[in-house]
């Protein structure tokens, strides 16, 4: 059993949806992450919440729209996908950045695609 | 810049078979190195870590590395592969990022086939 929660598990939309990926985690820890990855990839960082603030956007494209309402809670909005977004989101935390020590724990990903 | 670099995309072995998966970095300080493994379907699951306190490190399953700094490798071994063991395994350094923080980076994956 994963200690992160995604959902949903899996999500197909359109171009001109706007859809929301959510993530919760209950171990206290203070740094959330989300992920791209792709098939037979790995996996590539997006953004990064430190202690509810954004701490990293890896230059990612506006359609996608991060949102750390608490320290348990990550959402990530989407909105005028391309079909090249289709790929597994993967939500990760950490019990802070620190100094990278500490490993991270995944959930088991959103696989969405986009029509 | 830190870095790690799997060697073979892909690794087959019978079942039975000693299991060794290879991870060479580069880092110009002491790193702090990982071993994930995905199962298909599934997010990351991390195996085992190095933070420079042993340099034979055990992890879940089986599975061990060990870190030598003189050919800057940390490989994955387990002694006898089991079917269940097929998946795709990621080594990872944490990496300074621009902005100051520290994050990990991972490596390319190498796919774990494991033959009855």
């Known amino acids: 059993d994963t200690e992160v929660t995604q959902t949903p598990k899996h999500l197909v939309m359109g171009m001109t949806n706007k859809k929301s990926l959510k993530c919760e985690q209950h171990?206290?820890?203070?740094?959330m992450y989300w992920y791209k990855q792709k098939a037979k990839k790995p996996p590539e960082l997006m953004f990064v919440y430190s202690y509810e603030k954004l701490s990293i956007n890896e230059s990612v494209p506006s359609r996608f729209s991060p949102e750390c309402p608490n320290s348990s809670l990550l959402n990530l909005h989407l909105h005028a996908l391309q079909p090249e977004d289709s790929a597994l989101y993967l939500c990760?935390?950490?019990?802070?950045?620190?100094?990278?020590?500490?490993?991270?724990?995944f959930g088991n990903g959103t696989r969405l695609t986009v029509t | 810049a830190q870095s790690v670099t799997q060697l073979g995309s892909h690794v087959s072995v019978s079942e039975g078979a000693l299991v060794l998966l290879r991870c060479n970095y580069s880092s110009s300080v002491p790193p702090y190195l990982f071993w994930y493994v995905q199962y298909p379907n599934q997010g990351l699951q991390l195996l085992l870590k190095?933070?420079?306190?042993?340099?034979l490190v055990k992890g879940i399953n089986g599975f061990e590395a060990e870190f030598k700094k003189s050919e800057t490798s940390f490989h994955l071994t387990k002694p006898s592969a089991h079917m269940s063991d097929a998946a795709e395994y990621f080594c990872?350094?944490?990496?300074?990022?621009?902005?100051?923080?520290?994050?990990?980076?991972f490596g390319r994956g190498t796919s774990l086939i494991v033959h009855p």
């Open positions: 990760a935390s950490s019990p802070s950045e620190g100094r990278g020590q500490s490993p991270l724990h």
């Open positions: 171990m206290g820890h203070r740094a």
């Open positions: 990872a350094v944490t990496i300074t990022h621009s902005g100051g923080s520290y994050i990990p980076t």
């Open positions: 190095y933070t420079s306190a042993a340099t």
